[in-house]
């Protein structure tokens, strides 16, 4: 496994925190601590980036949450505001806490 990173003072001083191991056609991660958010955000986009994940829409506004199935995309609001997102040149506006379904070609 590679140390992508390690603990920086205290009893694990230099000890390893987080560990990739690629095995056969995948990667494991081994996280051996809670990061905060900003650090586990940045460890997150990482991992997906180098696992070839991309978001279903880049971009959306914070609170935004896209989910393809099949034909349909799924936009929920998980916000207490409406929110304004465009989807293949068609914008749409998702009040708070509703959940916006469109089948693709319409």
């Known amino acids: 496994a590679d140390v ?3 603990f920086v003072g205290g009893d694990l001083d230099g000890r390893p925190a987080v560990l990739r191991n690629a095995t ?7 996280v051996a601590t809670l990061p905060d958010h900003e650090a ?3 460890l997150l986009r990482r991992v997906c980036e180098q696992a070839g994940v ?3 829409i880049a971009d959306l506004p914070a609170g935004l949450e896209a989910v393809r199935r099949g034909p349909y ?4 609001n ?21 959940v916006l379904i469109r089948k ?3």
């Open 104 to 106: 693709e070609g319409q």
């Open 54 to 56: 991309r978001p279903v």
């Open 4 to 6: 992508v990173a390690s």
């Open 40 to 42: 586990m955000t940045r």
């Open 78 to 98: 998980h916000t207490n505001e409406s929110a304004t997102v465009t989807v293949a040149d068609d914008t749409f506006t998702i009040q708070a806490g509703d």
């Open 24 to 30: 056969g056609e995948g990667t494991a991660w081994y």
């Open 73 to 76: 995309l799924f936009l929920l």
